[in-house]
């Protein structure tokens, strides 16, 4: 991105912040996520689970997709950084981040029993073979907990490392509609003397609609039995070409077997994503050309996708710092009426023809907001409050 670009998507994000009212740094916690625990009549143990809803979720009516990762905290910190770092350039859209942890992550991640690892029975295994009945927990117990209790569009992700990339990669091969994008990050494909590889010729040859994604990786420093495994895998994708499988092989040189899960993580979503963020060159058209980028996205992943609030207000005061009024305001409108719950749409608005000079005009949308924010017991009417009262002078200073 060009400097001039660069200048005018910081200055969007900050006039953005303006609006927005932010907690004292100095009384409140930094909280990323909530602890539940739900009973698996499947598994016959409690099971903890953690959850991280997207910035402006409590205030919001909007759906997200769903990513959920193995291996608990680890996993779910990581996720939940990345995504909030490239959610601020648009980069990845919100989502809801489930972590599970574990309580026998051989038993639970390992599709057959297997106690051979080298050519030698060894005692760390003796209890594999359960992840049919992670699986049918997930489906059966997790999902429904989850998505009664949270707005969440049709969409799953799964990411997984070593023994989850395993899980994820057997969900695939013998459940694929159960999600739609799969992260398999140092997959132990040696497991069972390779058994999914061995077992991937029963996989369905066509994947039903929408198209899956699937992310592997496997670092350069890895043992050659984990190096040669995953090779093999991917030998069959490019022999076998599942039809309605986008995937894609990540051979991260110099990383081993812990240090690429930062990388892949990254890399794995925004290859899912890559075609999210929209350039300046076309969202600067106007709305219509951001309706049009949001259907293809809707047609790619198969679920109406609609144009998200913040992707709105950055369009928006992206053409109102370029001072392009009636292109921010068509932003503006079209958010106001696709989410009438949010007072910042007004707030806007009121901005907008602040900006022009119109301040009669920009008092009205400035008390609607303050009316509705009060109404609804928003944590901006602050905020809010304060872009009334300098309108309220700047309408009396032009008076006099």
């Not at 916690?29 to 959850?51: P, V």
């Not at 909030?84 to 648009?90: A, D, E, G, L, S």
């Not at 023809?353 to 005009?361: A, L, N, T, V």
Request: glycine content about 8%.
């Amino acid at each position: 991105m060009k400097g001039k670009g660069r200048l005018s998507v910081w200055l969007a994000i900050f006039s953005c912040i303006s609006t927005l009212a932010f907690a004292d740094p100095a009384s409140e916690d930094i909280i990323i996520g909530k602890r539940a625990s739900l009973h698996s009549n499947i598994l016959g143990e409690n099971r903890t689970i953690y959850i991280h809803t997207p910035d402006g979720y409590e205030d919001g009516d909007e759906a997200y997709p769903v990513l959920y990762v193995l291996d608990g905290m680890p996993y779910f910190q990581l996720a939940t950084g990345i995504l909030k770092y490239q959610q601020m350039f648009y980069v990845l859209p919100k989502m809801i981040v489930v972590g599970i942890p574990n309580t026998d992550r051989n038993r639970d991640m390992t599709p057959t029993r297997s106690n051979i690892y080298q050519g030698k029975e060894v005692d760390w295994l003796k209890n594999t073979g359960g992840a049919d009945n992670m699986l049918e927990f997930m489906e059966e117990e997790l999902f429904p907990y989850l998505e009664t209790r949270y707005r969440t569009q049709p969409f799953r992700i799964i990411a997984g490392h070593s023994f989850g990339g395993l899980f994820a990669a057997h969900v695939l091969l013998s459940r694929p509609e159960l999600f739609n994008a799969y992260l398999c990050i140092s997959t132990s494909f040696w497991f069972d003397d390779n058994v999914l590889t061995r077992k991937a010729d029963s996989m369905k040859p066509t994947i039903a609609s929408p198209n899956r994604f699937l992310y592997l990786s496997v670092g350069g420093e890895e043992s050659p039995m984990q190096i040669n495994a995953n090779h093999e895998f991917v030998g069959f994708l490019r022999e076998k070409r599942p039809e309605g499988l986008t995937w894609m092989f990540d051979y991260l040189v110099g990383e081993d077997h812990g240090s690429q899960g930062f990388k892949a993580m990254i890399n794995g979503l925004e290859f899912i994503y890559s075609q999210w963020k929209q350039p300046s060159r076309e969202y600067e058209k106007g709305l219509d050309a951001v309706k049009d980028h949001f259907a293809k996205l809707s047609k790619s992943f198969g679920y109406i996708i609609e144009i998200p609030k913040d992707h709105l207000i950055n369009y928006g005061y992206t053409m109102l710092n370029k001072k392009e009024f009636r292109s921010a305001i068509h932003f503006f409108d079209y958010y106001a009426a696709r989410y009438p719950n949010d007072p910042n749409a007004l707030s806007c608005l009121g901005e907008s023809y602040e900006r022009m000079g119109q301040f009669r005009k920009a008092l009205e949308y400035y008390e609607k907001a303050c009316e509705s924010a009060n109404a609804k017991n928003d944590s901006r009417l602050e905020a809010f409050k304060k872009n009334l009262d300098r309108i309220k002078n700047k309408v009396k200073t032009a008076v006099r």
